[in-house]
């Protein structure tokens, strides 16, 4: 019997390459495999294993029993069946804006799936500065697909009831509780941030009561509305795109929350994208169109998320009372609301928590880097407490904006 199938085990680039040869149906017999683990995420192992005479190529994805960030994290490998389950559904959902899988194995904890070739991260991408015309329209199309058919709106409910159930992720959930809604609002030992930027923290996040308060009513929400099957970890680290094409990867902290967390974490990270460039690029034309594009997209996202999920409320609602009137208007109005207090918790943790973003960290000239910091803490702040007045795109360029002024303008 293939040592394969016997115990679990995590594999190194040979393991995973005589794997992909012996219990995969995907190469010839003959190919000579080369195989090199590219992972660069917080958790998992990812193998990309190319076939040397064809040129074909597969990636295996595997789950270790700690986080590649820090073994403080026991994750369960249980995730990888969860990601190889939600990649599948959103394969159907939303036609093929997530990578094929084409086996999960429950021993070995591990997925095979396709290989993007020719894309890249985006969040790679967006740090060389580079446009990607489609995004807002593919991001949408994603987020309105799966966000609106996994819902009781467009679901039998026993139904969705059984998706509930299958993608109980309490281990990711908790990554998300801790490291989102709650360490970044007190002086946690594991935060990690610059001292200028601490000082400014304590005073502006940590001694404003009103907006703890408000953040416990955010993780209560995350913890207890179960609107819709989430990817749950939609930065752009979670991206791959090329030239006419975007592909969602890693859903791996995928359960059933408020829809507004996936557009919230987007959203987020074209802000700090938007911030790298502010920093990094010199003044003229070339940075004036690239933050144009970034604030465009930030607000066409949030409109055509909410045009494409009407439009299915108006295709494919199978709730009654889903079509009384005003609910629809509410029920969307909600999830951008939420959308604007996840964007702040988002930006809150990057900045101040343990888990960073490079589109930050990477800006070398320290003072630009503190106010980029600065701007993004207090946007974050204006978004979780003014939540509920926000309701279109605009009005997160608006307080985008107000932000940037603020910290020119040394008025906080
Ligand atoms: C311990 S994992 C830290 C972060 O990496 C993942 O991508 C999630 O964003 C998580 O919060
Ligand atoms: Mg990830």
């Excluded at 993004?376 to 702040?381: F, I, Q, R």
């Amino acid at each position: 019997m293939s040592r394969f199938k016997e115990k679990y085990f995590t594999m190194n680039e040979q393991d995973a390459a005589e794997y992909a040869l012996i219990e995969l149906d995907f190469f010839k017999p003959g190919s000579k495999l080369i195989c090199k683990e590219i992972g660069d995420g917080n958790l998992n192992y990812v193998f990309r294993i190319i076939d040397e005479k064809s040129g074909e190529s597969i990636i295996i994805k595997q789950a270790g029993p700690v986080a590649r960030i820090s073994d403080e994290f026991k994750v369960s490998i249980d995730r990888n069946r969860i990601e190889s389950d939600i990649l599948k559904l959103q394969y159907e959902l939303t036609d093929g804006l997530v990578p094929k899988v084409y086996k999960y194995d429950p021993i070995m904890n591990c997925c095979a799936m396709e290989d993007l070739t020719g894309h890249e991260i985006m969040r790679t991408a967006l740090l060389q500065h580079k446009i990607f015309p489609d995004f807002a329209d593919d991001i949408s199309t994603f987020m309105a697909n799966t966000l609106f058919l996994t819902s009781d709106v467009a679901m039998n409910h026993k139904d969705k009831k059984a998706l509930v159930k299958n993608f109980i992720n309490p281990d990711l959930c908790e990554i998300t509780e801790d490291l989102v809604y709650t360490e970044p609002f007190y002086d946690c030992s594991r935060n990690d941030m610059l001292q200028e930027t601490k000082d400014f923290v304590s005073k502006y996040f940590w001694q404003d009561r009103q907006l703890l308060l408000e953040t416990t009513k955010l993780k209560f929400e995350f913890m207890t509305n179960g609107q819709s099957l989430l990817h749950g970890d939609l930065h752009t680290g979670s991206i791959f795109v090329k030239e006419g094409s975007t592909k969602i990867i890693d859903p791996e902290f995928a359960f059933y929350g408020p829809a507004g967390y996936d557009v919230g974490n987007i959203l987020a990270n074209l802000v700090f994208a938007y911030e790298n460039a502010e920093a990094v690029m010199d003044d003229g034309k070339e940075k004036e169109v690239y933050k144009a594009w970034i604030s465009k997209m930030i607000e066409d996202i949030v409109e055509l998320f909410k045009q494409k999920f009407s439009q299915l409320w108006k295709e494919k609602s199978q709730e009654k009372t889903a079509n009384y009137e005003g609910f629809k208007e509410y029920y969307i109005g909600k999830i951008i609301s939420d959308a604007a207090a996840v964007t702040g918790c988002e930006l809150s943790r990057r900045i101040i928590g343990l888990a960073h973003v490079n589109d930050i960290i990477s800006i070398e000239n320290i003072e630009k880097r503190v106010k980029a910091e600065k701007v993004c803490l207090v946007l974050a702040k204006s978004l979780i407490l003014k939540r509920e007045s926000i309701s279109n795109g605009k009005q997160f360029i608006n307080e985008l904006e107000g932000a940037v002024e603020k910290i020119d303008n040394q008025s906080v």
